[in-house]
Structure formats: structure tokens, C-alpha cells
């Protein structure tokens, strides 16, 4: 799939203090999501497992650390859902390719406040059954 580029900016720096409150806030949030038997996105897992490691390895503790490692971990993380050209790019093929192949109902496609997606697991589907 396409290489996405970060969604952190290169140079953010971050405290002890707030690296500690960022922790307690996302681990009540996936809690909450948790006990509503929601979805868990990968990245807040991610991201609490690396401020966590920060803060209890001291590295936080010296003032201000930089989120350059976060955004290198957030590029790693596996996207769930690709937009048409990054579908077409990623099955060679010409963009409305894509798009005919989710008119015909071949590919289906989700919406999100970013435009229509369509899932990993859709265009996994898709080649295997080689529609």
C-alpha cells in the first residue's frame, strides 16, 4: 500500500508533566471504547505505549523530548481504509477503474469526513476473488 506521510509534524516537543496526563487521558479513552465494545485504533495503542515508555524510562523527565520516534511508529502503523487513488495506485490500475468497480458493487466503499474509503480487508476480497 502507499506510503503515507506523518501525521505529526517533524519538531514537537512535550513535557514529563503533559506526557503523563496524555497517557491517563488516552488509557480512560480506550477504556471507554473498550467497555463500549468499540474499535480500539491502533494508533492510540501505539501512542500510549510510547509516552508511557517515555515517561517511566526518565527520558520525559528531562524537560522536553522529542515526538520524532512517535511519527516514525505512527508511519508503521497499517492504514485500515485507502482512498480510490491510493486503491488504484496500489492494484495498478487507473483511478476509475476503482471507481466503476465500486458502481458495479465489485469493491464497496465507506465514507469518512475525508471522502469515500475503501477497507483493506475490501480490496483483500477483491483479489482473491479476482472480481
Given at each position: 500500500?502507499?506510503?503515507?506521510?506523518?501525521p505529526?509534524?517533524?519538531?514537537?516537543?512535550?513535557?514529563?508533566?503533559?506526557?503523563?496526563?496524555l497517557?491517563?487521558?488516552?488509557?480512560?479513552?480506550?477504556?471507554?471504547?473498550?467497555s463500549?465494545?468499540?474499535?480500539?485504533?491502533?494508533?492510540?495503542?501505539?501512542?500510549?505505549?510510547?509516552?508511557r515508555?517515555?515517561?517511566?524510562a526518565g527520558?520525559?523527565?528531562?524537560?522536553?523530548?522529542?515526538?520524532?520516534?512517535?511519527?516514525?511508529?505512527?508511519?508503521?502503523?497499517?492504514?485500515?481504509?485507502?482512498t480510490?487513488?491510493?486503491?488504484?495506485?496500489?492494484?495498478?490500475?487507473?483511478?476509475?477503474?476503482?471507481?466503476r468497480a465500486?458502481e458495479?458493487?465489485?469493491?464497496?466503499?465507506?465514507?469518512?469526513?475525508?471522502?469515500p474509503?475503501?477497507?483493506?480487508?475490501?480490496?483483500?476480497?477483491?483479489?482473491?476473488?479476482?472480481?
Amino acid at each position: 500500500m502507499p506510503a503515507e506521510s506523518s501525521p505529526v509534524p517533524a519538531l514537537v516537543w512535550l513535557d514529563a508533566e503533559l506526557a503523563g496526563h496524555l497517557v491517563l487521558a488516552i488509557d480512560a479513552h480506550v477504556g471507554r471504547l473498550r467497555s463500549l465494545q468499540a474499535c480500539v485504533p491502533v494508533v492510540l495503542s501505539h501512542l500510549a505505549t510510547t509516552l508511557r515508555e517515555w515517561t517511566q524510562a526518565g527520558t520525559a523527565g528531562q524537560g522536553r523530548t522529542s515526538l520524532d520516534k512517535l511519527a516514525e511508529a505512527l508511519q508503521r502503523v497499517p492504514r485500515m481504509a485507502y482512498t480510490y487513488q491510493e486503491t488504484a495506485d496500489s492494484l495498478g490500475v487507473h483511478v476509475r477503474t476503482v471507481t466503476r468497480a465500486v458502481e458495479a458493487g465489485h469493491l464497496r466503499a465507506v465514507k469518512d469526513a475525508g471522502g469515500p474509503r475503501i477497507a483493506v480487508s475490501e480490496i483483500e476480497r477483491y483479489l482473491r476473488e479476482g472480481s
